[in-house]
């Protein structure tokens, strides 16, 4: 584990879903699912070498390896402890994973996607991605507009960011 967002892997607990979806906004590898709870995500987290974020208070006496303990019930609270905590660095690249699946996006050219995005979002958008897994077409302009806005009303992004 490294302080480089790109290389950072976790194992969210099943409560932790919106957390788990903007940490893969800002590049990490997060898992998260109902089987990622108790015993379960401590075998997935040490299988695949991640680290465990959970609410759960009880997951130390099971023995668990590294971990952070979440405090807040809100997502930009957590979002704000995790990013604290392992020092993640916010920028780019941005958008290089699904954020429904985890999967690393790939570029698609513009034709390629005319059956599956808006009409609008064809005629304006010049740059798309795909998530081999789930199918689902990404435009990072408008996404990453729309994220970063977010994450600056989180106060995570300082105004000049
Ligand atoms: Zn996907």
């Given at each position: 584990m490294?302080?480089?967002?790109?290389?950072?892997?976790?194992?969210?607990d099943?409560?932790?879903g919106?957390?788990?979806?903007?940490?893969?906004?800002l590049?990490c590898?997060?898992?998260?699912?109902?089987h990622?709870?108790g015993?379960?995500?401590?075998?997935?987290a040490?299988?695949?070498n991640?680290?465990?974020l959970?609410?759960d208070?009880r997951?130390k006496q099971?023995?668990p390896?590294?971990?952070i303990?979440i405090?807040?019930?809100?997502?930009p609270?957590?979002l704000?402890?995790?990013?604290?905590?392992?020092?993640l660095k916010?920028g780019a690249?941005l958008?290089?994973?699904?954020l429904?699946?985890n999967?690393?996006?790939q570029?698609?050219s513009k034709e390629?996607v005319e059956?599956s995005?808006?009409?609008?979002?064809?005629?304006t958008?010049?740059?798309f991605?795909?998530c081999?897994?789930c199918?689902?077409?990404?435009?990072p302009?408008?996404?990453?507009?729309?994220?970063?806005e977010?994450?600056?009303k989180?106060?995570?992004?300082?105004p000049?960011n």
């Amino acid at each position: 584990m490294n302080n480089s967002t790109g290389e950072l892997r976790f194992a969210a607990d099943r409560m932790l879903g919106r957390l788990a979806r903007w940490l893969r906004v800002l590049g990490c590898d997060v898992i998260c699912g109902p089987h990622l709870t108790g015993y379960g995500l401590i075998r997935a987290a040490r299988q695949e070498n991640r680290l465990i974020l959970t609410r759960d208070h009880r997951l130390k006496q099971k023995q668990p390896p590294e971990y952070i303990l979440i405090q807040s019930d809100h997502y930009p609270e957590q979002l704000r402890q995790v990013i604290e905590t392992c020092r993640l660095k916010i920028g780019a690249p941005l958008f290089t994973r699904c954020l429904e699946c985890n999967a690393v996006l790939q570029p698609r050219s513009k034709e390629s996607v005319e059956p599956s995005v808006p009409p609008y979002v064809f005629a304006t958008q010049e740059n798309f991605s795909w998530c081999p897994k789930c199918q689902r077409v990404y435009w990072p302009a408008t996404h990453h507009q729309r994220m970063m806005e977010e994450l600056r009303k989180m106060d995570i992004l300082l105004p000049g960011n």
